[in-house]
């Protein structure tokens, strides 16, 4: 009778302390809502959440179909962060919108990449070479900053960056006096055999058969402006969570992810 009893106190104490550890561990488990938008940027979000997880961070991933409503919904407090911009598009929209935002940490960049048909190097470009860019502001300031950073032109002090987009007109220097093409973006590819080079955006480059880091004989640099970023308001940016996010996202498991399913076309920018 006696061990009868004290058995069932025994079990009461076992199971009030499961109850207490199981409410503790709860209690510490936070839960943040992130904004991104669908497709391959929510892919990569799936593999974060169960990193995240890990670490006691339940992240809720909310999908949108915009560019405008993610910070929009951060800025109104229905997200605690968001992820699918780069700087240079933060930038316009806290010039726009007075948001209080800021970034905590790079993710990934899709590399604008320079191709030829018959060099192996920027360097090789003979002299007065046709390069074809983009026409379009920001894809052609990108371009030029790229040109730019391989040496091969030299901007006008201040152009390309600040959100001043170069054109070019912004050329100081042009040593091998380089003919740029301006095309729409979507005909680069198709015009490799007429030009000495073309910077092509990744999504024209593998729907023509392009791997950036295959076939680019020049690739943005993975730290360039233009390298997506984990976005917050500027109130939270020192949060113990804010660094535990980062942290998931820039793990081994998302950037073997990354590597293995999309070759190429989103790069780790961490």
Request: charged share 20%; glycine share 6%; hydrophobic share 45%.
């Amino acid at each position: 009778m006696q061990h009868s009893s004290l058995f069932r106190k025994l079990s009461a104490a076992i199971l009030t302390v499961g109850v207490v550890a199981a409410g503790s561990a709860a209690a510490q488990e936070q839960t943040i809502r992130v904004g991104t938008v669908s497709g391959p940027d929510a892919e990569v979000w799936q593999v974060v959440q169960k990193v995240a997880r890990r670490n006691g961070l339940n992240v809720k991933v909310v999908e949108f179909n915009d560019y405008v409503q993610p910070n929009a919904a951060l800025d109104a407090g229905d997200l605690d962060a968001n992820s699918f911009q780069h700087q240079p598009y933060l930038d316009s929209q806290i010039r726009q919108r007075g948001y209080k935002m800021v970034s905590v940490g790079y993710t990934y960049i899709s590399p604008l990449g320079m191709y030829a048909a018959r060099l192996k190097s920027p360097r090789d470009l003979p002299q007065g070479a046709k390069v074809a860019v983009p026409n379009d502001p920001s894809n052609e300031n990108r371009a030029l900053l790229l040109l730019a950073a391989q040496g091969v032109i030299k901007l006008k002090s201040g152009a390309g960056v600040n959100g001043a987009n170069a054109t070019p007109l912004d050329i100081a220097e042009n040593p091998k006096k380089l003919k740029i093409v301006e095309l729409d973006a979507a005909q680069l590819a198709r015009a490799l055999p007429d030009v000495s080079a073309a910077v092509i955006n990744t999504n024209y480059a593998l729907a023509a058969g392009l791997q950036p880091t295959r076939d680019a004989i020049a690739l943005e640099d993975i730290h360039s402006p233009y390298a997506n970023i984990i976005v917050v308001r500027t109130q939270d940016k020192d949060k113990p969570w804010v660094k535990k996010l980062v942290a998931a996202y820039q793990s081994e498991e998302v950037r073997q992810f990354m590597k293995t399913r999309f070759k190429g076309a989103m790069v780790p920018s961490f």
